[in-house]
């Protein structure tokens, strides 16, 4: 997994009375209909997994390999896609599919983790699990890994399961020789990879459900972290992934991978591989919405979001919220569970969204590990003068993201001046706009506002901005809708629609009063 490029932060480059696009607001799988050749999904799994495949693909041809792999963590949810769309496809795309999909012991299918049939395998196993490996080869693995890899993950069973409460992976039936939980050892690091899970089969009488079957690497070299934490980390990441799928195999990618990532901060603690995304997320990139699944790899960053949740109403509050998705009961979609979860818990979801917004601009403050986590970026800094006593910003927020202006007293402005801030948000409360203003003093003390917005989207609230007092202030400006339309769709967003209220207009008015410095006669 390698940590995303950075570019210029979201609002940098807004200027005053100017309207500035805080972000693009295209998620990855939203755009034009696919044209004549096979599912995107597949066209994708095949892509992404036969591009060092050579003459050994599925349909004998030999793709062109990229130049970089970056997409290589999102094999999981790449194989997932792909085994929902299979039931559609015509007979030969599905016979492609299923061979993709297929465990490392069927020879010749998918190239990265397919076990050379001349090589023999062997099993290391205990009540619940099993790992199977080959003594030769490519893809050899020791004895002393495999009951590396089965101790660990035990562990995430035993965390994940027995202490924690979630459901255990879906049975496999006699897949793999018996109803145990099938782990396979490959020589995948060399595509970047640590491991993968793969859905397999629908649970009997629960169409939302699926059994599955985990990879991973046979030695976890060469990655950065020791064999012994890589393998620790991933245990417990694509374990969940597993879990996930014998709640809701169709859930959104973004929360899966969120709250599979946030999963190794509460078994994997010692490990702190997550820290790497944390940029990606909107702990580095607020104006990035919160259910982007993308290439940028923000959905492995938003662990944080699920942090937050747990710190605030306790770590059980994320099992409840995948008990609201599970598809043999509600069956809700992530952003609306998380939503009606908090109202059961008489949270308000604007209000707590604009607080986690806030919470990323003073980690310190608000994480368990906070001090170890780099401070949200702001979208605008303007200083407040007797020559400019009124200053304005306008963006466009897109939806569950937000954009931060601070605001700074010049040194000739009146020691007394007060700052009146007027907030226009232009599709009204019913897209439920969020604006707070933090007052940080120079003592060191914050105090937080509410701007109440009334039905059209206008509110406004008066502040000190003495010098001698106040060091700043910020407004944090937050699109906390949750509309979309469509669901189902081919989109990356919440439910596969598209959002509502995307790209919200915010205008923040700032003027101070009296602006000028009194002096005497």
Not at 61 to 80: I, Y
Not at 211 to 230: E, I, K, Q, R
Not at 393 to 421: D, E, I, Y
């Amino acid at each position: 997994m390698t940590a995303p490029a950075q570019g210029a932060l979201p609002g940098e480059a807004v200027d005053v009375v100017d309207v500035v696009d805080v972000v693009d607001g295209t998620a990855d799988g939203e755009g034009d209909a696919a044209g004549d050749g096979p599912p995107p999904e597949l066209a994708e799994a095949q892509e992404l997994l036969l591009a060092d495949a050579g003459e050994n693909t599925p349909d004998g041809n030999a793709p062109q390999a990229p130049d970089v792999r970056e997409d290589a963590a999102d094999v999981t949810m790449v194989l997932r896609d792909l085994f929902l769309a299979r039931p559609g496809m015509d007979r030969e795309d599905r016979r492609l599919a299923t061979r993709l999909l297929a465990r490392p012991t069927v020879p010749g299918t998918d190239t990265w983790a397919s076990y050379d049939p001349e090589q023999p395998t062997a099993q290391r196993c205990n009540a619940r699990i099993c790992v199977t490996y080959v003594t030769g080869g490519n893809d050899r693995a020791t004895p002393a890994w495999a009951d590396q890899t089965l101790a660990a993950v035990d562990e995430a069973w035993t965390g994940q399961v027995d202490r924690m409460g979630y459901p255990a992976p879906a049975s496999d039936g006699t897949a793999g020789g018996d109803a145990r939980f099938d782990v396979y050892l490959a020589n995948i690091s060399d595509q970047g990879l640590y491991g993968y899970c793969v859905p397999e089969g629908r649970v009997p009488g629960q169409p939302g459900k699926s059994s599955s079957y985990c990879v991973l690497d046979n030695d976890m070299v060469g990655f950065t972290d020791t064999p012994s934490a890589s393998l620790h980390v991933t245990a417990v990441h694509e374990f969940f992934h597993a879990v996930q799928f014998n709640v809701d195999v169709r859930e959104d990618r973004w929360w899966m991978e969120a709250t599979a990532t946030w999963m190794e901060e509460v078994l994997a603690d010692s490990v702190n591989d997550n820290r790497q995304f944390l940029s990606a997320g909107q702990l580095g990139r607020p104006g990035v919405s919160l259910d982007s699944y993308s290439a940028d790899q923000a959905m492995y960053g938003n662990w944080i979001f699920v942090q937050r949740l747990a710190q605030s109403l306790g770590q059980d509050s994320i099992r409840q919220i995948w008990t609201r998705l599970d598809s043999a009961g509600r069956d809700e979609y992530s952003v609306q569970g998380i939503r009606r979860y908090l109202a059961s818990r008489n949270r308000s979801w604007g209000k707590f969204y604009a607080r986690f917004v806030e919470s990323n601009l003073s980690p310190r403050r608000y994480y368990d590990e906070g001090r170890a986590y780099r401070k949200a970026p702001l979208g605008r800094k303007l200083r407040i003068q007797p020559g400019r006593p009124t200053r304005k910003v306008s963006v466009r927020v897109p939806h569950l993201a937000a954009h931060t202006v601070q605001l700074r007293a010049g040194r000739a402005l009146h020691p007394r001046a007060r700052l009146h801030l007027r907030v226009e948000a232009a599709k009204g409360r019913a897209a439920d706009p969020v604006a707070r203003v933090l007052v940080h003093k120079t003592d060191g003390g914050l105090r937080r506002f509410d701007v109440r917005l009334d039905r059209s989207g206008r509110g406004s609230r008066t502040v000190g901005l003495q010098r001698g007092r106040i060091r700043k202030i910020v407004v944090v400006l937050s699109n906390t809708s949750t509309r979309y339309r469509g669901c189902g769709g081919p989109s990356a967003w919440a439910c596969g629609g598209k959002a509502v209220d995307d790209d919200q207009r915010f205008t923040l008015t700032a003027v101070a009063r009296p602006a000028a410095v009194v002096r005497p006669a």
